[in-house]
């Protein structure tokens, strides 16, 4: 909402300066968004002549103009107004100039090979009028060259961001309420209507019964012999400030009421209209042309003005071209009117439309005000345009009754913690147009109509420490106390997890939750796609399936910036659905390139597959999981190499799955055209981290050292080469618990001396007894039967 | 005794000359081996008289201490000596880079929640979460924002469904609801997440971070949300005062409502929170809507309330001079390693929010 100072000072009578009102509409909570000049500097337009015109060398229809604004020097301008000729005398706008009507800046440009220095201006341009056939043509100005063609200073406006609640503040008269009531200054009365009603209302008016009906009343004014024109200075000043185009004195009016007082009007040009006015829903498919000169197809149920035979316009949004106004018109219908606020956001909304008018009648206007809005608009047109006008007709409900609050002084203190008197309340409640009547510890408060807002005492209670100021509520020190956990188990292991593989030299990363959906369909097959209806940008299309998508997106952007040897990750929501809460958080990280790329101390070499392997068991058992409970396999799923990852479940392969990790699979890696192919991916699924019963205090079991030598024996297994060295392990590790205090596979080898389908596998067994040293033949007892069993469940031989 | 004192300068004698382990070993076996002249003399006590023995045996013990004090103090020189030489030849230019690794960062928004976390855990907050895709009833309605309400504008909405009951939340408030609903008064939560809203420009991504706070009870009152804040402000920024203001506005889900604005100030291009001439928008709060209340069956007259949200993403930015919103998020590998933090930086109120 855009005021200006002189304008406010109309309805309010005040001493204060410019900033002492922005301070106070700021601390009111009508916060000011900034004070500027109008429409840019106007000071810099000056008059000036054309001394001479040649033809453009490159193009027809353009002349290069030497311009004069009176001193010795001549601008060049290339124009192509066709009046543009020697000795004209117009309108010259430098370099720097912000042209009204576009507000393009205006720079030194080459215009077809020609330097111009600024431009001549058309009255559109300059937002006098919608003439632009070509430039002002001023006539007796020749005394007047180099000087500013806007006599008066551009005013200074105030921007003020009014919340969706306040719509009174969306005319000047509501603001200069509020700041009365806030002590700058008194608000001035209105003047009581000065003319005579004497014609006749020419035009009926009705309102249908239809259900959809948004209208609630319709009042209008018929004034006949009018003669319009274009507005008076004053006005056409108001409507610039306002950032709006002036077009007509009848036009400039209800546009200037609209903003002086929140009251929107529409006039009709009445000879258009057919026989009468019916406020009406539309009919599935009817179409009309609005004033924004597009042509609009209705939907069933919308509220519209019409005569007999056409649609005239929405009502409170936009009117329709057919019964536009026009500097010719003699006669016209002037509309006051009130439309529900659902009703014409359904319509606007369907139609994409934005106007004053709707913006206006969704937030709410005074039901009201149809007949003070009709008496000023009407004084006005009869000062300026002359004519007659009838008396007011309404049709519909012509008044509506105030709503009624009782309001507890007592709850002010309850909710704000300070107190507050009942005079007080009553004073600023009566200041802000609220009347009412005190009870002992209440007031009976009536609403004043143009506040839609208030509807509970929480709504006066805000409307008291508004004004009374809320730097006056006492601060109250908060109590450092907990009752309950901070975090939850799931919000630790998130936690963890990032201080986790950060430690691993991962960086963290946060992506948006879309993503592209040519990407994400690379690593997500089986669960639905999750479409976005309106993406910022078709490559932003759906909710991610994988944690996958963004990262390598990213990583690929990285490695194209040159930097390959890259770890990332990750964690946050992945969707497996569209419903609320089908989304799971996942702990994500890829790796990608060489480890110790050019180092003159390490052996360069590729990231492989165990690299990945031991960030992400290192990180389960960081997150509590025992090692043991850690069961991995080769089970993998499609966005990783077949050959070269595997999956992690707890306690056994069937149990809660607890990460992938791999080798990205080499196609999607071609597909998205990575620079360094090398890349490795992991993902660890919290939810499936179950949440440990007891604490590990309570778990802990006591401290048992054996003091008795250990032994080490090694074994050389001659084994099936498809045959999974962990479940080896796991078979040797579980012959004898008591005794087998390790299982470790030192050498794995494939080749000369062994069978083609076989490997030998060297594995070291480290054996211990709690109470006793083990003899030679305690030691040849257990490694035989290590073979035994081995050979029993495995197959395999003992190399010899 | 006699014996003796030769058996002594014989040895003292051939001692000078010890230059080497094997000089060594050869004297210790001169005097000390199995026909050592040391040995030798040990084997003639047998012989001697008793009272004689007494004397010999005690002059022959301290002298055979002496020499091996000797022998090992010279062993010990010598095995210096020996070590030294080597060691002149193990010279490694130290000034060699170390082995490769990389140093893996946490980024900003993480560590901003945690510091957030820290510090609401300080006056009894838990953390609470909610879904990214929310029903458009708990991301509006329930929150006394009904269908045609005009606030709904503000919130570029991303929609799932063509009817708009699917959408993706575009604050954290709707999560007040599912506590609220599934829970019993007193709340005291706070929620950081992910929001989105469809806006994309220099100063908008179209995913952000809020934190909501909400605080329910008996007596709750609006000095209970300006001390909150009031604390929270000075902690997060680590000054001791700040200057803040509360500024009337407006939200459907809060009554009354403010935002709240600090006083900043540039220096050296620097920004300096808490103090200045200049104000800063950092938040929304209000004491919550009794309508609200009722959606969630909670009896509005036992129970009330503040709620109040910021921007988690902004608030980094101010405490660490980040300029651009947009880089949050887009894992430029230069930008996460410069504004990123170490992962044992973990704040906490005894070793302190940040180094």
């Known amino acids: 909402m855009i005021i200006t100072l002189p304008w406010l000072k109309e309805h309010l009578k005040t001493k204060a300066n410019q900033n002492e009102i922005i301070d106070k509409l700021t601390n009111i909570g009508l916060e000011v968004e900034g004070a500027k000049e109008s429409s840019g500097e106007l000071s810099v337009f000056k008059i000036a002549k054309i001394l001479k015109t040649e033809k453009h060398p490159n193009a027809d229809k353009l002349k290069v103009c030497d311009v004069s604004v009176g001193g010795r020097e001549t601008f060049k301008v290339v124009c192509g107004a066709p009046n543009a000729r020697d000795g004209l005398i117009t309108i010259y706008a430098p370099p720097g100039a912000i042209i009204p009507k576009t507000k393009f800046k205006l720079k030194i440009a080459k215009i077809r090979g020609v330097e111009s220095r600024g431009m001549l201006c058309s009255e559109n341009e300059l937002n006098l009028s919608n003439e632009s056939d070509g430039i002002i043509e001023l006539k007796n100005k020749e005394s007047e060259i180099g000087k500013s063609y806007f006599k008066k200073k551009s005013e200074q406006v105030i921007d003020i961001s009014i919340t969706p609640n306040r719509a009174d503040c969306l005319g000047i008269r509501g603001i200069a309420r509020d700041l009365s009531s806030s002590g700058v200054g008194k608000l001035i009365p209105l003047k009581k209507k000065k003319f005579k009603q004497s014609s006749e209302h020419l035009i009926k008016t009705s309102i249908t019964k239809d259900p959809h009906q948004g209208c609630l009343s319709f009042g209008s004014c018929y004034i006949k012999d009018i003669s319009n024109k274009q507005s008076p200075d004053w006005l056409k000043n108001k409507i610039l400030a306002l950032g709006l185009k002036p077009i007509s004195a009848v036009v400039d009016i209800t546009n200037y009421v609209m903003f002086d007082l929140n009251r929107p009007l529409h006039a009709y040009d009445a000879d258009k209209i057919d026989e009468e006015i019916i406020v009406r829903d539309s009919k599935e498919g009817e179409e009309f042309e609005a004033l924004d000169s597009k042509k609009y197809k209705l939907k069933k149920g919308m509220c519209v003005i019409a005569d007999k035979s056409s649609i005239l316009g929405l009502g409170g949004i936009i009117g329709g071209t057919k019964t536009s106004t026009e500097f010719e018109t003699k006669n016209i219908l002037l509309e006051s009117a009130y439309f529900l606020p659902s009703s014409i956001r359904k319509t606007a909304r369907d139609l994409t439309i934005d106007t004053d008018a709707k913006y206006r009648f969704e937030r709410g206007i005074d039901p009201n005000s149809i007949i003070e809005g009709l008496e000023i608009a009407t004084e006005l047109i009869l000062n300026i345009c002359g004519g007659k006008a009838s008396k007011f007709i309404i049709s519909g409900k012509s008044f509506q009754k105030n709503k009624i609050i009782k309001f507890e002084i007592s709850k002010f203190e309850n909710l704000i913690g300070i107190p507050i008197s009942i005079n007080e309340s009553q004073k600023i409640l009566s200041s802000l147009g609220f009347k009412c009547k005190q009870g002992k510890k209440e007031l009976k408060v009536e609403i004043p109509s143009w506040r839609p807002d208030i509807n509970l005492d929480v709504d006066l209670i805000e409307e008291l420490i508004r004004i009374k100021g809320f730097k006056n509520i006492k601060l109250i020190e908060p109590e450092r106390k907990r009752e309950h956990e901070t975090l939850n188990f799931k919000q630790k292991l998130f936690h963890l997890s990032q201080r986790s593989f950060a430690s691993k030299g991962y960086l963290e990363t946060v992506t948006w939750s879309f993503t592209d959906s040519k990407i994400d369909k690379q690593f997500s097959k089986g669960e639905k796609e999750i479409q976005i209806l309106n993406p910022i940008s078709s490559d932003l299309d759906v909710l991610r399936r994988s944690i996958f998508s963004n990262l390598s997106i990213h990583l690929k952007k990285n490695q194209d910036r040159g930097y390959e040897d890259l770890s990332l990750f990750e964690i946050g929501p992945t969707f497996y659905g569209k419903n609320p809460g089908e989304q799971q958080i996942v702990v994500g990280a890829v790796k990608s390139g060489k480890i110790a790329r050019k180092s003159w101390i390490e052996k360069e070499r590729n990231i492989d597959v165990f690299d990945i392997k031991s960030d992400v068991i290192k990180t389960l058992i960081e997150l509590g999981i025992s090692e043991h409970n850690l069961i991995v396999s080769d089970n993998t799923k499609q966005c990783y190499h077949p050959g070269r990852s595997g999956s992690i479940n707890l306690k056994s392969e069937k149990g809660p799955l607890l990460a992938y990790f791999g080798e990205i699979h080499p196609a999607i890696i071609k597909r998205l055209d990575f620079k360094e192919p090398n890349v490795y991916g992991l993902e660890i699924f919290i939810k499936n981290i179950p949440e440990p019963n007891k604490k590990i205090r309570q778990t802990k079991k006591s401290f048992q050292a054996s003091d008795f030598q250990k032994s080490e024996r090694d074994f050389a297994f001659v084994i099936d080469k498809v045959y999974k060295i962990g479940s080896l392990e796991k078979i040797i590790r579980e012959i004898d618990n008591s005794l087998i205090q390790d299982v470790t596979t030192f050498d794995v080898y494939e080749g000369e001396k062994i069978p083609k389908d076989k490997k030998s596998v060297a594995i070291s067994v480290t054996l211990q007894s709690k109470d006793k040293t083990l003899s030679e033949k305690d030691l040849d007892q257990i490694s035989k039967k290590i073979i035994d069993v081995v050979k029993d469940k495995t197959g395999a031989t003992i190399r010899s | ?355």
């Open chain 2, 1 to 355: 005794m006699d014996e003796l004192k030769k058996i002594q300068s014989n040895f003292e004698e051939k001692f000078q000359n010890v230059k080497s382990k094997d000089d060594l070993q050869n004297i210790k076996t001169e005097f000390f081996g199995k026909n050592g002249q040391i040995t030798l003399q040990f084997k003639t006590l047998g012989s001697l008289q008793p009272e004689k023995r007494k004397e010999f045996a005690s002059n022959l013990n301290k002298i055979k201490g002496d020499l091996n004090d000797k022998i090992e103090l010279k062993n010990s020189e010598i095995e210096n000596i020996e070590i030294n030489k080597k060691l002149k030849n193990e010279n490694i230019d130290v000034t060699l880079p170390i082995r490769p690794y990389h140093q893996g960062k946490i980024h900003p928004v993480s560590q901003v929640i945690d510091e957030i976390s820290s510090i609401f855990s300080e006056i009894g907050f838990s953390v609470a979460e909610g879904p990214d895709v929310e029903s458009e009833y708990n991301n509006f309605t329930a929150l006394n924002t009904p269908e045609d309400h005009p606030a709904r504008d503000m919130h570029d909405t991303f929609y799932l469904e063509k009817n708009k009951k699917l959408l993706l939340r575009t604050h954290t408030s709707p999560v007040q609801i599912r506590s609220m609903i599934n829970g019993k008064p007193p709340f005291k939560i706070i929620v950081p997440g992910r929001t989105y809203r469809c806006d994309s420009d220099q100063t908008h991504a179209p995913m952000f971070h809020q934190l909501e706070g909400l605080h329910i009870d008996k007596n709750i009152t609006m000095g209970h949300l300006k001390g909150c804040l009031d604390y929270f402000i000075k902690e997060f920024f680590e000054v001791k005062n700040v200057k803040m203001r509360f500024r009337p506005s407006h939200f459907p889900f809060t009554e009354p409502s403010a935002e709240v604005d600090i006083g900043y100030k540039i220096e050296n291009e620097k920004i300096i929170i808490g103090e200045g001439n200049k104000w800063l928008e950092i938040l929304g709060c209000g004491m919550v809507h009794p309508n609200v209340l009722k959606n969630v069956k909670v009896d509005p007259r036992k129970y009330q309330g503040f709620a109040f949200g910021m921007g988690i993403d902004r608030l980094a930015m101010l405490k660490y001079g980040i300029n651009d919103l947009r880089a949050f998020f887009e894992t430029d590998y230069r930008w996460l390693n410069h504004f990123g933090f170490d992962p044992l930086d973990v704040p906490t109120n005894y070793r302190g929010l940040s180094k």
